[in-house]
Nanobody, 127 residues
Framework: QVQLVESGGGLVQAGDSLRLSCATS????????MGWFRQAPGKEREFVAS???????????DYLNNVKDRFTISRDNAKNTVYLQMNSLKPEDTAVYYC?????????????????WGQGTQVTVSS
């Protein structure tokens, strides 16, 4: 059983940056592709980004607000941790952010494909 614990969320102003971390335990981290999702109040959980097992390839959600231009997913297999660097934050980025692990391909934006989930960390961006 893989455990995931997110950290790094908080209250920031528009234009600020945050780096989310997701520490994992209980499994072989390098055998899982990792993803980040987010869920705003009253909305469905949506895909943000994912990264391959070796960290060489990434995949970003294709929707408004230019996530790919502002967010960067990365991982450190030596530390069993995946990161989400978020720059130029906007109020519409406000959500609970979740990390997830999957034995499937990293190239997957479907939450159902992910096997393990963290409890989430709140990110609130004020205007």
């Amino acid at each position: 059983q893989v455990q995931l614990v997110e950290s790094g969320g908080g209250l920031v102003q528009a234009g600020d940056s945050l780096r989310l971390s997701c520490a994992t335990s209980g499994g072989t981290f390098s055998s899982y592709a990792m993803g980040w999702f987010r869920q705003a109040p009253g909305k469905e959980r949506e895909f943000v980004a994912s990264i391959s097992r070796n960290g060489y390839t990434t995949y970003y959600g294709d929707y408004l607000n230019n996530v790919k231009d502002r967010f960067t997913i990365s991982r450190d297999n030596a530390k069993n941790t995946v990161y989400l660097q978020m720059n130029s934050l906007k109020p519409e980025d406000t959500a609970v952010y979740y990390c997830a692990a999957t034995r499937n391909s990293y190239y997957n934006n479907n939450a159902a494909a992910y096997d393990y989930w963290g409890q989430g960390t709140q990110v609130t961006v004020s205007s």
